[in-house]
């Protein structure tokens, strides 16, 4: 059993930068691959970025990539999400999720334990 934690989200400018943290409990943290996932109203969940158990398999998705970069550490039981050039467009809800297989890390349907969420809003 896994449970998460995101924290970070706020309101921030256009061109802004922001970082969420996700903390996670369990023993097991480690070995599972962490997304993050956001989801705008009116709109499905969106993959964002996920990482590997050790960290050396990091996927972006179009929309952030050069943009929002993935981290975690292991040794803290928490995954980071660093965002830079914010734009209103990336407003939502921004979720992290961890997965026991990462086959299929872009579906969320993939993913066993989810957080509460977060709201990031972009202001233009």
């Known amino acids: 059993q896994v449970q998460l934690v995101e924290s970070g989200g706020g309101l921030v400018q256009a061109g802004g930068s922001l970082r969420l943290s996700c903390a996670a409990s369990?023993?097991?943290?480690?070995?599972?691959?962490m997304g993050w996932f956001r989801q705008a109203p009116g709109k499905e969940r969106e993959f964002l970025t996920a990482i590997g158990w050790s960290g050396g398999r990091i996927y972006y998705a179009d929309s952030v990539k050069g943009r929002f970069t993935i981290s975690r550490d292991n040794a803290k039981n928490t995954v980071y999400l660093e965002m830079n050039n914010l734009k209103p467009e990336d407003t939502a809800v921004y979720y992290c999720?961890?997965?026991?297989?990462?086959?299929?890390?872009?579906?969320?349907?993939?993913?066993?334990?989810w957080g509460q969420g977060t709201q990031v809003t972009v202001s233009s």
């Open positions: 369990g023993r097991t943290f480690s070995s599972y691959l």
């Open positions: 999720a961890a997965a026991a297989y990462s086959h299929y890390y872009q579906l969320p349907g993939n993913y066993d334990y």
